[in-house]
């Protein structure tokens, strides 16, 4: 699992709460990444980081921002939530051959009522 | 713009036939091809990278630079292959990969 871990597992948070997920890796990798699931939508990358506080949007960022402090953590917070952001949220780091692939955390699954 | 199109979403097909699952891309640069799977309950796992050209649990995938296609194959079907299947486009210099919307696979015993 590439020392990959997510929490929290499951969250039920109303609209317009802050929501922030957390992303970590015991493994020192570089880069980190946060996608939603959707069905229909496959995965969409949100926001990725290529450093300690050097991150840059993906397709989907609006209503998202991250932040890395650490090189082990990568945090998700959605300022204000919306019905929109229920969903399922992937980390993901890079590694392997050419630092090319691509391991996933467990998931987070949002729900915003 | 570059995308990754996997036209069906859904495919069921019977225990020990053979399954092909469908995936085309649009990039005019040199593309990398993945496919990850993700089991119920279970994180997305890489299961073929195209430079690798490797088999794993018995699928292989080509690519044709010629159609922009990177289609998954497996001969004889395994009830244990039931999962989402998602094609993923890594581009040249880049870091980030570009996902297809995925493919449900049932197999029927």
């Known amino acids: 699992d590439a020392g990959i871990t997510q929490s929290p597992r499951h969250k039920v948070t109303e609209t317009g709460t802050p929501v922030t997920l957390r992303c970590h890796q015991t493994?020192?990798?570089?880069?980190m990444y946060w996608y939603r699931q959707d069905p229909g939508h496959g995965l969409r990358l949100i926001h990725y980081s290529y450093g300690v506080k050097d991150t840059d949007k993906g397709e989907v960022s609006d209503g998202y921002s991250v932040s890395r402090s650490k090189t082990e953590d990568f945090l998700l917070t959605l300022e204000s939530a919306t019905s929109s952001q229920t969903s399922v949220y992937f980390c993901a780091i890079s590694a392997g051959q050419g630092g090319y692939e691509q391991y996933f955390g467990p998931g987070t699954r949002l729900t915003v009522t | 713009a570059q995308r990754v199109t996997q036209p069906e979403k859904l495919l069921s097909v019977f225990k020990g036939a053979p399954v092909e699952l469908k995936c085309n891309y649009s990039y005019s640069g040199s593309p990398e091809l993945f496919w990850y799977v993700q089991y119920s309950r279970q994180r997305l796992q890489l299961l073929l990278r195209h430079i690798s050209r490797e088999s794993i649990k018995g699928f292989t995938a080509d690519l044709n630079k010629g159609e922009t296609s990177f289609h998954l194959k497996k001969p004889f079907a395994q009830e244990e292959d039931s999962a989402m299947y998602y094609c993923a486009l890594r581009l040249q210099g880049a870091q980030k990969l570009v996902f297809g919307q995925g493919t449900r696979l049932t197999i029927n015993p």
């Open positions: 493994e020192n990798h570089r880069y």
